[in-house]
């Protein structure tokens, strides 16, 4: 079944397939901005950890915890400052 096929009105002036699809959509993007987030932490588990832990063991030393804590601290404050930037670029602010 094609998208926009169907002819029956809905409320708010979508038809069916429109509405489908808009709704199919918005799953797409939730979806995406799940993935960003989950590569992002990722990122910067993987960055934090090689920075911070010279000696990998069993546990964590409580250096290596603040210093864990302070770099992805530190990159969420980027991502905010990047991401304010680039919205303020494109005048979505």
Excluded: I, N, W
């Excluded at 804590?69 to 919205?87: I, N």
């Amino acid at each position: 079944m094609a998208f926009g096929s169907s002819g029956a009105s809905t409320s708010g002036g979508f038809s069916t397939g429109a509405h489908e699809e808009h709704r199919v959509m918005e799953e797409v993007q939730t979806t995406l901005r799940m993935q960003y987030v989950q590569e992002f932490y990722q990122t910067v588990r993987d960055k934090c950890f090689k920075v911070c832990v010279t000696s990998p063991g069993g546990s964590l030393s409580g250096g290596e915890q603040k210093c864990l804590s302070r770099c992805m601290d530190r990159y969420q404050e980027a991502t905010q400052v990047v991401t304010k930037a680039v919205v303020g670029m494109q005048g979505l602010e």
